[in-house]
C-alpha cells in the first residue's frame, strides 16, 4: 500500500476520526446511537452515502466552478441520501422502516460536508473513495462503541439480547445528557491515548 | 469561465441530478407502494385478525376527521367486511398529550363497539420507561381487547392510579393515561357514528 492510502486509513481510523478527534457529525452520532442495532444501520448508511459523495465530487471537480462548490456539496449529498432513500424503501423496506428518520439526518452530518471540502474536492477518484471509505470507517467505530455502550447500560443487552440476568437499568444512557457523557468519556480517553502525537492535522 | 457559463453549468448539473433522482424514483416507484402496502395490511392484521374479513380492507376507507379522534386532519378509516357486511373498522387515533408529544395508534372496533385490538404506530416516549405500550416491551395493550363502553363505565376507562381499570406503569403515568383517554374518546366516536361507520353502503 502506498504512503498516501496508509495515511489516509490511519487519518480516517485513529487520527482523525470523525467522532471524537475531529467532532464532527455529532447531531447523527448522539441522536442514533441509543441502541447497538440502530447505530450498525446508521454506520452502514453513512459509510455508503461518504463514498458516494466523495467519489460523485472527486469526479465531478474539473468541473465545477470553485464560487459555486458549497451548494454543488449539498446537492450531490442530498441526492446521494435520497437516492439511498429510495433504494431501501423499494428493496428492503422493513429496514427502511426501522432507519426512519435516521436516514434522512445523514444529510446533516457535517463528516460528508467536510470530506467533500477538505479532501475529495481536490484528491483524484481513488484517494477520495478511500477516504470516504475510511473516514466513513472512523465515524462507525465511534458510533458503534457508543450505541453498544448506551444500550449495555441502558438495558443491560446488545443488539436487543439480554446479557445480564438481573439488571434493573440505568435510563440515563439512553437519553440524550447520557450520549453526551458517555461521549465526552471517550474523546477525554482518546486525548489521553493520543497525549504525545504531536503529528499535525492534515 | 464567465460568470454566465458558470451558472449555466452549474443549472445543468442540477437538473441532471434531478433527472437521475426523477429516474430512480419512476424505477423504485411501484415496489414502494407495494411495500407500503404490505406493510399497511401487517398492521390492520395485528388489530384485527384476517379471518374476521373478506374484502379488501386497504381500499375500502373512509376519511372523517373529529376532535374525538385527536388530530383535526382527516384519519382514514378501513372497512372490514364479511359477505358485504360492516363487521369492524379499523383506524388511526392521535393521543396529543403524551409525555413527549403525540402518540399515535392503531385501533379495531367491532360493529358492537367492542375493541379488537390496538398498537401504538409512532410515539417519542422515554425508552425503557414510556414505552411499555410496545407490544414487545409489554402485554400491557392488550388490556383494551374486548374492552367497550359496555363493559367499562365512563369513570373506569382511566389508569388505577386515578382510580380506573388500565394498570399504570412504574414511573411512567402520563404516557398510559393519554392512551386510555384517547381510546375512551375513540369509542365515544364509534358510538355516535355507529350508522355512518357500520351502514353497509359500497365503497
Same mark, same amino acid.
Given at each position: 500500500?502506498?504512503?498516501?492510502?496508509?495515511?489516509?486509513?490511519?487519518?480516517?481510523?485513529?487520527?482523525?476520526?470523525?467522532?471524537?478527534?475531529?467532532?464532527?457529525?455529532?447531531?447523527?452520532?448522539?441522536?442514533?446511537?441509543?441502541?447497538?442495532?440502530?447505530?450498525?444501520?446508521?454506520?452502514?448508511?453513512?459509510?455508503?452515502?461518504?463514498?458516494?459523495?466523495?467519489?460523485?465530487?472527486?469526479?465531478?471537480?474539473?468541473?465545477?466552478?470553485?464560487?459555486?462548490?458549497?451548494?454543488?456539496?449539498?446537492?450531490?449529498? *442530498?441526492?446521494?441520501?435520497?437516492?439511498? %432513500?429510495? #433504494? @431501501?424503501? =423499494?428493496?428492503?423496506?422493513? &429496514?427502511?422502516?426501522? !432507519? +426512519?428518520?435516521?436516514?434522512?439526518?445523514?444529510?446533516?452530518?457535517?463528516?460528508?460536508?467536510?470530506? *467533500?471540502?477538505?479532501?475529495?474536492?481536490? %484528491?483524484? #477518484? @481513488?484517494? =477520495?473513495?478511500?477516504?470516504? &471509505?475510511?473516514?466513513? !470507517? +472512523?465515524?462507525?467505530?465511534?458510533?458503534?462503541?457508543?450505541?453498544?455502550?448506551?444500550?449495555?447500560? *441502558?438495558?443491560?443487552?446488545?443488539?436487543?439480547?439480554? #446479557? @445480564?440476568?438481573?439488571?434493573?437499568?440505568? &435510563?440515563?444512557?439512553? !437519553?440524550?445528557?447520557?450520549?453526551?457523557?458517555?461521549?465526552?468519556?471517550?474523546?477525554?480517553?482518546?486525548?489521553?491515548?493520543?497525549?504525545?502525537?504531536?503529528?499535525?492535522?492534515? | 469561465?464567465?460568470?454566465?457559463?458558470?451558472?449555466?453549468?452549474?443549472?445543468?448539473?442540477?437538473?441532471?441530478?434531478?433527472?437521475?433522482?426523477?429516474?430512480?424514483?419512476?424505477?423504485?416507484?411501484?415496489?414502494?407502494?407495494?411495500?407500503?402496502?404490505?406493510?399497511?395490511?401487517?398492521?390492520?392484521?395485528?388489530?384485527?385478525?384476517?379471518?374476521?374479513?373478506?374484502?379488501?380492507?386497504?381500499?375500502?376507507?373512509?376519511?372523517?376527521?373529529?376532535?374525538?379522534?385527536?388530530?383535526?386532519?382527516?384519519?382514514?378509516?378501513?372497512?372490514?367486511?364479511?359477505?358485504?357486511?360492516?363487521?369492524?373498522?379499523?383506524?388511526?387515533?392521535?393521543?396529543?398529550?403524551?409525555?413527549?408529544?403525540?402518540?399515535?395508534?392503531?385501533?379495531?372496533?367491532?360493529?358492537?363497539?367492542?375493541?379488537?385490538?390496538?398498537?401504538?404506530?409512532?410515539?417519542?416516549?422515554?425508552?425503557?420507561?414510556?414505552?411499555?405500550?410496545?407490544?414487545?416491551?409489554?402485554?400491557?395493550?392488550?388490556?383494551?381487547?374486548?374492552?367497550?363502553?359496555?363493559?367499562?363505565?365512563?369513570?373506569?376507562?382511566?389508569?388505577?392510579?386515578?382510580?380506573?381499570?388500565?394498570?399504570?406503569?412504574?414511573?411512567?403515568?402520563?404516557?398510559?393515561?393519554?392512551?386510555?383517554?384517547?381510546?375512551?374518546?375513540?369509542?365515544?366516536?364509534?358510538?355516535?357514528?355507529?350508522?355512518?361507520?357500520?351502514?353497509?353502503?359500497?365503497?
Amino acid at each position: 500500500m502506498n504512503q498516501q492510502l496508509r495515511d489516509i486509513m490511519i487519518n480516517g481510523l485513529w487520527r482523525q476520526d470523525p467522532g471524537t478527534r475531529q467532532l464532527l457529525g455529532l447531531c447523527p452520532l448522539l441522536a442514533v446511537s441509543s441502541s447497538a442495532l440502530n447505530a450498525l444501520w446508521l454506520s452502514g448508511a453513512t459509510v455508503l452515502v461518504l463514498i458516494i459523495s466523495n467519489g460523485l465530487i472527486s469526479l465531478l471537480r474539473p468541473y465545477i466552478a470553485k464560487e459555486l462548490r458549497i451548494p454543488f456539496f449539498i446537492i450531490i449529498i *442530498a441526492s446521494s441520501v435520497t437516492i439511498l %432513500q429510495l #433504494l @431501501l424503501q =423499494a428493496y428492503t423496506f422493513s &429496514l427502511y422502516e426501522q !432507519l +426512519g428518520l435516521f436516514l434522512a439526518l445523514i444529510t446533516t452530518n457535517c463528516t460528508i460536508m467536510a470530506r *467533500a471540502e477538505a479532501f475529495a474536492a481536490r %484528491q483524484p #477518484l @481513488l484517494p =477520495a473513495l478511500w477516504d470516504g &471509505l475510511m473516514q466513513g !470507517l +472512523g465515524f462507525a467505530v465511534i458510533l458503534m462503541i457508543l450505541g453498544c455502550l448506551r444500550e449495555f447500560i *441502558a438495558q443491560g443487552s446488545l443488539f436487543g439480547i439480554p #446479557l @445480564l440476568a438481573t439488571y434493573s437499568g440505568f &435510563l440515563l444512557a439512553t !437519553l440524550p445528557p447520557g450520549a453526551f457523557m458517555l461521549l465526552a468519556l471517550l474523546i477525554a480517553l482518546k486525548n489521553y491515548v493520543m497525549r504525545n502525537d504531536t503529528a499535525k492535522p492534515t | 469561465m464567465t460568470t454566465f457559463q458558470k451558472i449555466t453549468a452549474f443549472v445543468g448539473y442540477t437538473l441532471l441530478i434531478a433527472m437521475l433522482i426523477s429516474g430512480i424514483t419512476y424505477l423504485t416507484q411501484q415496489r414502494i407502494v407495494t411495500n407500503q402496502q404490505h406493510a399497511l395490511q401487517n398492521a390492520l392484521t395485528q388489530v384485527l385478525p384476517a379471518d374476521e374479513y373478506d374484502n379488501d380492507i386497504t381500499k375500502d376507507t373512509l376519511f372523517i376527521t373529529s376532535h374525538l379522534l385527536g388530530s383535526d386532519q382527516a384519519q382514514t378509516i378501513y372497512r372490514a367486511r364479511k359477505n358485504g357486511k360492516v363487521v369492524a373498522v379499523i383506524f388511526t387515533v392521535i393521543a396529543p398529550h403524551g409525555y413527549n408529544g403525540a402518540i399515535k395508534l392503531l385501533i379495531g372496533v367491532r360493529n358492537n363497539d367492542q375493541i379488537t385490538g390496538v398498537r401504538a404506530i409512532a410515539h417519542q416516549e422515554t425508552p425503557g420507561l414510556g414505552d411499555k405500550m410496545e407490544v414487545r416491551h409489554s402485554d400491557w395493550i392488550y388490556s383494551f381487547n374486548n374492552q367497550s363502553l359496555q363493559t367499562l363505565a365512563p369513570h373506569e376507562w382511566a389508569v388505577k392510579k386515578d382510580a380506573g381499570h388500565f394498570d399504570a406503569w412504574t414511573g411512567a403515568t402520563i404516557t398510559p393515561r393519554a392512551i386510555v383517554s384517547a381510546i375512551h374518546d375513540a369509542l365515544q366516536y364509534v358510538a355516535i357514528h355507529q350508522h355512518e361507520l357500520f351502514g353497509n353502503q359500497e365503497p
